[in-house]
């Protein structure tokens, strides 16, 4: 199952938003602050965050900052009811995917997490890419679930494999790890 992570110190956008995550088959844990958020960011490996800019003790803006300094490359949404084109440069650069302006509603969300959907899975480098990124952090299952998803349309991929080894080494299946080793370096050996 997928995780998200929401950030923002109003209750009902978390609310709001939690429920339409839910809705769409994500795991939702929520932080009231950005020290909070950054926290559990660190923590726990998450497939989306969607920070809120204004929120007490630190912004959503530092907290994007803080964990892309850590390398922490998890899709993140930043929204506001302050919108400026200022934070809007400043947040992307930073990577941010999407920039949703307060307020906005369940169908809204709905089309924004379609969006970006579309765009995870329309670049597939930025997707192993954060592949990646979730087996540093240990997210073995999650990683693989997401490789074994792409698998069917990339048959011929070694990266694929490398990666789907790297998981099954996570998870302590040495024999499974071993298999998907042995497809990547075949593979490799093909392409020279």
């Known amino acids: 199952m997928k995780r998200a992570l929401i950030a923002d110190d109003t209750k009902n956008i978390r609310l709001l938003l939690s429920r339409c995550l839910e809705h769409e088959g994500y795991q939702v844990a929520t932080a009231q602050n950005g020290p909070q958020a950054l926290e559990m960011a660190q923590s726990t490996p998450y497939d989306l965050i969607m920070l809120d800019i204004k929120m007490p003790e630190m912004s959503g803006t530092e907290v994007l900052r803080r964990l ?5 490359d998890t899709p993140v949404v930043v929204m506001t009811a302050y919108g400026t084109i200022k934070n809007a440069v400043e947040t992307t ?24 959907q579309q765009e995870l899975a329309g670049d597939e480098t930025a997707l192993l890419a954060y592949i990646e990124g979730q087996l540093g952090l240990g997210a073995y299952s999650q990683a693989a679930d997401s490789l074994l998803a792409m698998l069917p349309r990339h048959t011929l991929d070694p990266e694929i494999y490398r990666l789907l080894a790297a998981a099954a080494r996570g998870q302590g299946d040495v024999a499974a790890a071993e298999k998907y080793q042995l497809l990547c370096d075949t593979l490799r050996s093909a392409e020279s």
């Open 68 to 72: 892309r300094q850590q390398h922490i």
């Open 93 to 116: 650069n930073l990577g941010a995917l999407c920039y949703l302006q307060k307020p906005f509603t369940a169908d809204k969300i709905k089309k924004v997490l379609e969006e970006l």
